[in-house]
């Protein structure tokens, strides 16, 4: 027989309240606009979302890494959270009731932000689940069958905070002495 061909990872997969993508969405350098390499990611993101009815809202949010003005990677952040929501909205159908888009800058970092590797991580785009259908049921198996049957089913809509951003701090400007100017 011929050898199994095994199949690589997926790139999209929802876990843990999340949609995990293994790949990052690729935008121009310093800009919010969605480089054309990443709109394979972008549809498979969209299938999966589709493929899983029971999420009902995702929370697309941007993250930077310490690099910079830190008010201007607030913004940056944010503005390429929206333009990923735009795209999804516009380009791929989503509903635009079931998105929200945040930037978060600098305020949640998962690596350290003083190896060229750990900014590297800290820039990203990440999909939140915030809201999704969640079925519980109540069953019971004959003994003489093993047949399940349903006795009761229940079905409820969880909602996950992801909070808020807070506002960017003034940037210092060391060897600036309070109440001068220059």
Do not use: C
Not at 51 to 69: T, W
Request: aromatic share 2%; no cysteine.
């Amino acid at each position: 027989p011929p050898p199994k061909v095994e199949e690589p990872p997926p790139r999209v997969e929802v876990r843990d309240n999340k949609i995990e993508i293994h790949e990052k969405i690729q935008f121009d350098y310093n800009k919010a606009t969605i480089k054309a390499e990443s709109n394979g990611l972008l549809d498979e993101i969209v299938a999966v979302v589709k493929k899983n009815a029971h999420i009902k809202k995702i929370s697309i949010e941007g993250h930077a890494s310490a690099e910079g003005e830190a008010k201007h990677n607030k913004k940056l952040s944010d503005d390429r959270a929206k333009s990923v929501m735009d795209h999804l909205v516009k380009k791929e159908g989503i509903a635009k009731d079931e998105l929200t888009a945040k930037g978060w800058g600098i305020e949640k970092p998962i690596a350290d932000n003083n190896t060229p590797e750990g900014r590297e991580a800290n820039r990203r785009v990440e999909f939140l689940v915030i809201e999704a259908e969640v079925t519980s049921k109540k069953v019971e198996i004959d003994p003489k069958t093993g047949k399940e049957s349903v006795l009761e089913e229940k079905k409820d809509v969880v909602h996950t905070d992801t909070g808020t951003p807070t506002a960017p701090v003034p940037e210092k400007h060391p060897g600036k002495k309070p109440g001068t100017s220059t």
